[in-house]
């Protein structure tokens, strides 16, 4: 009865039918089939999704026929045209989940239709490209929102509640490591990752847990990587990174974080990803290790393989609920449903003349607002540039932000003459 036209009705759209539609936003789109969304703000509110749009839409017409009840009926747009079909559809927000590279095409045509926004991470690769999308959604009056999962992350929020409340004091330096298995290289990604590499990927997870976590102001990033497995050892293609980035705090004091990634781990690792933190205070040390919570699990002929021995059962996991209902659940799918109570807050949360209010209120949220997203772009966008500088022969470049020749800097070794990559500040006490 979710769906009754006697409810307000968010409408949404999905661009991008990948390996993420799969693991959170189709549990979350059935579960509002299912269920809506209720709150005493805006009352209950139906989710339909209405239509989708991705390349070639095999993957859209093999999940419709999986799917059976567990969702309604949904247009299917594929090829060049397909974002554009989507956007005539009559949705109320759109979640793009393309490949990288190809984000911010299509969240600028989402913006452009005055639809709202939910961007997979890393929202896009460029702080002009950052600045355009904002600019769009506050002209356009909507919210441009991205995904951040981590956040979310019982462990990651007890962290930041440790350091909001003073318990962790001063954060000097730290470490995390995400490596994902060679499947993803391999053959999941095949399609799109030449020239790619694993830190934009999901460094940016991490990047983004310590900028929101800690604050300050990004200063410097530097970056290396291995290259060999996926693709030629001196090609384009990335196999591991590892980058640095350095923080300055209110206090004038420096913090220093680490972050090695890769997608070539062995198939048979014990779990899907190995995640694992460490932040180092003045008064304290967290270790936190996300794969290993507690569970080891061992079934003769499916482990490591079809079922890892360490299952993260926070993020997204199938159970069987003590009640007897089947479910998939976790972090990675309440993110999307915080999202959807945000946008139905400012459609359905009170009067007309008060919706630039909530609209306002809403886009203030930095745990996921694109405009937030500032520091966390510009380490993206560094990570990228010296990548691409030691594919093209110039390893060992530093980017710096807010530096007296622009907003983030490129320093080759040898060249006389640093790169203005963004010239405008990065941080808004930057320049
Ligand atoms: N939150 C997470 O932990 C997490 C995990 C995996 C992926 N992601 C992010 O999700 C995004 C997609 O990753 P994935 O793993 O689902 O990738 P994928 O390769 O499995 O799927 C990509 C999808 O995008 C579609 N697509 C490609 N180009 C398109 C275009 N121009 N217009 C419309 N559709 C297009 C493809 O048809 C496919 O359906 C990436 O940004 C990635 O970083 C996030």
Same mark, same amino acid.
């Given at each position: 009865?979710?769906?009754?036209?006697?409810?307000?009705?968010?409408? /949404?759209?999905?661009?991008?039918?990948?390996?993420?539609?799969?693991?959170?936003?189709?549990?979350?789109?059935?579960?509002?089939?299912?269920?809506?969304?209720?709150?005493?703000?805006?009352?209950?509110?139906?989710?339909?999704?209405?239509?989708?749009?991705?390349?070639?839409?095999?993957?859209?017409?093999?999940?419709?026929?999986?799917? &059976?009840?567990?969702?309604?009926?949904?247009?299917?747009?594929?090829?060049?045209?397909?974002?554009?079909?989507?956007?005539?559809?009559?949705?109320?927000?759109?979640?793009?989940?393309?490949?990288?590279?190809?984000?911010?095409?299509?969240?600028? /045509?989402?913006?452009?239709?005055?639809?709202?926004?939910?961007?997979?991470?890393?929202?896009?690769?460029? %702080?002009?490209?950052?600045?355009?999308?904002?600019?769009?959604?506050?002209?356009?009056?909507?919210?441009?929102?991205?995904?951040?999962?981590?956040?979310?992350?019982?462990?990651?929020?007890?962290?930041?509640?440790?350091?909001?409340?003073?318990?962790?004091?001063?954060?000097?330096?730290?470490?995390?490591?995400? %490596?994902?298995?060679?499947?993803?290289?391999?053959?999941?990604?095949?399609? #799109?990752?030449?020239?790619?590499?694993?830190?934009?990927?999901? /460094?940016?997870?991490?990047?983004?847990? +310590?900028?929101?976590?800690?604050? &300050?102001?990004?200063?410097? +990033?530097?970056?290396?990587?291995?290259?060999?497995?996926?693709?030629?050892?001196?090609?384009?293609? #990335?196999?591991?990174?590892?980058?640095?980035? +350095?923080?300055? *705090?209110?206090?004038?004091?420096? /913090?220093?974080?680490?972050?090695?990634?890769? #997608?070539?781990?062995?198939?048979?690792?014990?779990?899907?990803?190995?995640?694992?933190?460490?932040?180092?205070?003045?008064?304290?040390?967290?270790?936190?290790?996300?794969?290993?919570?507690?569970?080891?699990?061992?079934?003769?002929?499916?482990?490591?393989?079809?079922?890892?021995?360490?299952?993260?059962?926070?993020?997204?996991?199938?159970?069987?609920?003590?009640?007897?209902?089947?479910?998939?659940?976790?972090?990675?799918?309440?993110? %999307?449903?915080?999202?959807?109570?945000?946008?139905? #807050?400012?459609?359905?949360?009170?009067?007309?003349?008060?919706?630039?209010?909530?609209?306002?209120?809403?886009?203030? %949220?930095?745990?996921?607002?694109?405009?937030?997203?500032?520091?966390?772009?510009?380490?993206?966008?560094?990570?990228?540039?010296?990548?691409?500088?030691?594919?093209? &022969?110039?390893?060992?470049?530093?980017?710096?932000?807010?530096?007296?020749?622009?907003?983030?800097?490129?320093?080759?070794?040898?060249?006389?003459?640093?790169?203005?990559? *963004?010239?405008?500040?990065?941080?808004?006490?930057?320049?």
């Amino acid at each position: 009865m979710s769906n009754s036209p006697h409810y307000p009705t968010l409408r /949404a759209g999905m661009i991008g039918m990948g390996m993420i539609f799969d693991e959170t936003y189709r549990p979350f789109f059935e579960r509002v089939h299912a269920e809506g969304i209720f709150d005493r703000r805006f009352g209950e509110v139906s989710v339909p999704l209405i239509a989708v749009a991705s390349r070639t839409g095999v993957r859209a017409e093999k999940y419709r026929a999986q799917a &059976g009840g567990k969702i309604g009926a949904f247009q299917s747009f594929s090829g060049e045209d397909s974002v554009a079909q989507l956007l005539n559809s009559g949705a109320h927000f759109a979640c793009v989940a393309t490949p990288d590279d190809r984000h911010f095409e299509a969240a600028r /045509a989402v913006l452009q239709a005055g639809v709202h926004l939910l961007i997979e991470k890393p929202s896009v690769l460029s %702080l002009a490209q950052l600045d355009e999308l904002v600019a769009l959604a506050r002209s356009k009056g909507v919210l441009a929102k991205v995904v951040y999962h981590k956040l979310l992350d019982p462990d990651h929020k007890k962290l930041r509640t440790l350091v909001v409340d003073g318990v962790l004091q001063h954060v000097n330096n730290g470490y995390c490591s995400l %490596l994902e298995p060679k499947s993803i290289s391999g053959g999941q990604f095949a399609e #799109w990752i030449t020239g790619r590499n694993p830190g934009t990927y999901v /460094a940016v997870h991490y990047i983004k847990l +310590i900028d929101f976590t800690f604050g &300050g102001r990004l200063k410097t +990033i530097t970056a290396t990587g291995q290259r060999g497995l996926v693709g030629d050892k001196a090609g384009p293609t #990335w196999d591991s990174c590892q980058m640095r980035m +350095i923080y300055e *705090y209110d206090s004038g004091r420096e /913090a220093a974080f680490d972050i090695h990634t890769s #997608w070539v781990t062995p198939d048979n690792f014990p779990g899907y990803v190995e995640q694992e933190v460490q932040f180092r205070f003045d008064n304290g040390v967290w270790n936190g290790h996300s794969r290993k919570r507690g569970v080891e699990c061992t079934v003769e002929g499916r482990t490591p393989f079809t079922l890892k021995n360490t299952m993260n059962n926070h993020y997204n996991g199938s159970f069987m609920e003590p009640w007897g209902e089947r479910s998939q659940r976790g972090y990675g799918i309440e993110v %999307l449903e915080r999202f959807a109570r945000e946008a139905a #807050w400012v459609e359905f949360g009170g009067s007309e003349a008060d919706r630039p209010a909530r609209l306002a209120n809403i886009n203030a %949220l930095a745990y996921n607002d694109l405009e937030a997203d500032r520091q966390t772009v510009a380490a993206v966008a560094g990570l990228e540039a010296i990548l691409d500088r030691q594919y093209h &022969g110039q390893p060992d470049c530093v980017v710096r932000v807010d530096d007296p020749a622009g907003g983030l800097v490129l320093y080759s070794p040898g060249d006389a003459v640093p790169t203005v990559l *963004y010239a405008p500040p990065v941080s808004p006490k930057g320049g």
